[in-house]
């Protein structure tokens, strides 16, 4: 198994709505990311989980709270967004042998009405 | 500051012909490259890798060469397939820094039967 799952794929919420995004993986990878990419643009670094514990938090506002319940999961709590936080949401995962080498996930399209 | 560029948006490559794909980058600390491709509205598929003390990787039609002087790296696809049209994102890591992939703009590959 090799893969990234991502739900939902699509989510349409208000500004003051509260959603959560969530990936999952069963590869025993113990490094999990979020990334954040507009159109056209390439993907943009929000968090990194190592072993569960945040490592990387790339100044992200706190609107965006993310989660790692366990080694194969992770959240991304949404709440008061702004229309311009509309893009598609990215998790990865990467290999203890590689941890340099990211496995993607299909994405959540997320559009802020 | 964009520590690694892809300076040409697009390229168009007759079926069966190679496609060389460029990469610039400035910071001498990154350790690993990688190429990434992406289809609209899906997550990165990782292509290929190499280290920084590498000058070349190979996987079956795809060819990573690194020129660390010069800070240039190219992917080589060959025979290029219509199913290879795709924007091809170069990366770049400084495994020190905990897993943060910095990725170029892209370049928007097509290939033509």
């Known amino acids: 198994d090799t893969e990234v799952t991502q739900t939902p794929k699509h989510l349409v919420m208000g500004m003051t709505n509260k959603k959560s995004l969530k990936c999952e993986q069963h590869?025993?990878?113990?490094?999990m990311y979020w990334y954040k990419q507009k159109a056209k643009k390439p993907p943009e670094l929000m968090f990194v989980?190592?072993?569960?514990?945040?490592?990387i938090n790339e100044s992200v506002p706190s609107r965006f709270s993310p989660e790692c319940p366990n080694s194969s999961l992770l959240n991304l709590h949404l709440h008061a967004l702004q229309p311009e936080d509309s893009a598609l949401y990215l998790c990865?995962?990467?290999?203890?042998?590689?941890?340099?080498?990211?496995?993607f996930g299909p994405g959540t399209r997320l559009t802020v009405t | 500051d964009q520590q690694v560029k892809q300076n040409s948006p697009s390229l168009s490559v007759q079926e069966g012909r190679i496609s060389i794909l460029n990469c610039d980058y400035t910071?001498?600390?990154?350790?690993?490259f990688l190429w990434y491709k992406k289809y609209p509205a899906e997550g990165p598929t990782f292509l290929i890798s190499?280290?920084?003390?590498?000058d070349k990787n190979e996987d079956g039609r795809f060819t990573v060469f690194l020129n660390k002087s010069a800070k240039h790296l190219s992917l080589h696809i060959v025979p290029s397939q219509p199913g290879d049209s795709a924007v091809y994102f170069c990366?770049?890591?400084?495994?020190?820094?905990?897993?943060?992939?910095?990725f170029g703009q892209g370049t928007e590959l097509s290939v033509k039967p």
């Open positions: 590869m025993g990878h113990r490094a």
């Open positions: 989980y190592s072993y569960e514990k945040l490592s």
């Open positions: 190499i280290s920084s003390i590498k």
């Open positions: 910071n001498s600390m990154f350790d690993y």
């Open positions: 990865a995962s990467s290999p203890r042998d590689r941890s340099y080498e990211q496995y």
């Open positions: 990366a770049a890591i400084n495994y020190n820094q905990g897993g943060k992939l910095i």
